[in-house]
């Protein structure tokens, strides 16, 4: 992540304000010491972010805060829950030691502040609510997250509802979302925003639609750093074996 190196480096100047840029402030301050720690702010002597890091820097940020707030929302947070983030960290986005330390910070940066789980959603729906392969993947992340434990939590539900509701999926959106985890044969259909009763026709429609959604040089071309874009990847790896599931089960 090239906004990351900047980081590292110490002389980066990022104008991003609200709940992202408090957390991104208090997070990147920390990953310094005495002398270096006020380089993280701006400056006209900054290196400054192009649109492109922004971009990936609030969706990384964003992403980390938004699953502090999940990890919390029922009160503790426990160190089984810690190590299902880190397990994520490692497992799904495959972040180097750089990376995951960055994201830490900002993990922790994200539980120590009073914004709401809501006030992020806003902000990141405000910055990607052109692209919506973006919402659907982090509405992806906060499922996947919520529910490594082997339940979905009452609190947990109630917050990525919430989510859902800002990016501005509709009910039904947000039920296929949730059924592509059912540990049932009709999440092949789900995930493919399908059911067993539609035609041969509409779901080869809606099969070719997600392919160009979540084609991997799609998602590229997004700007998100690797590390998601290689997670993104994997949704497009579940897509197709979604589909061959499909194929095999209608004959196709």
Not at 67 to 75: E, H, N, P, T, V
Not at 204 to 229: C, M, N
Request: charged share 25%.
């Amino acid at each position: 992540m090239s906004w990351l190196g900047k980081v590292v480096g110490g002389t980066i100047g990022f104008a991003m304000g609200g709940p992202v840029g408090a957390v991104a402030g208090a997070a990147f301050g920390h990953m310094f010491d005495g002398e270096n720690a006020g380089q993280v702010v701006a400056g006209k002597d900054s290196a400054r972010l192009s649109n492109g890091e922004t971009s990936q820097m609030t969706f990384f940020v964003a992403s980390f805060s938004m699953l502090a707030k999940l990890i919390r929302s029922d009160g503790t947070v426990t160190e089984p829950e810690i190590q299902t983030v880190r397990h994520f960290m490692v497992e799904d986005l495959h972040l180097n030691a750089q990376s995951r330390l960055a994201a830490e910070h900002i993990f922790r940066a994200a539980m120590d502040s009073n914004e709401s789980f809501e006030n992020f959603a806003v902000q990141f729906y405000q910055h990607f609510n052109d692209q919506p392969q973006l919402l659907e993947l982090m509405i992806d992340i906060l499922f996947r997250v919520a529910l490594s434990d082997g339940a979905l939590h009452g609190a947990e539900e109630q917050l990525i509802k919430s989510a859902a509701d800002i990016f501005n999926f509709s009910n039904d959106a947000y039920l296929k979302f949730k059924s592509s985890y059912a540990p049932d044969s009709d999440k092949y259909y789900t995930i493919l925003g399908c059911s067993n009763s539609d035609s041969d026709d509409k779901v080869k429609s809606q099969y070719r639609k997600l392919v160009r959604d979540f084609h991997p040089d799609t998602i590229a071309s997004k700007g998100l750093p690797d590390e998601f874009v290689t997670f993104a990847n994997d949704k497009f790896r579940e897509i197709q074996e979604a589909y061959e599931m499909v194929q095999k089960e209608r004959g196709l």
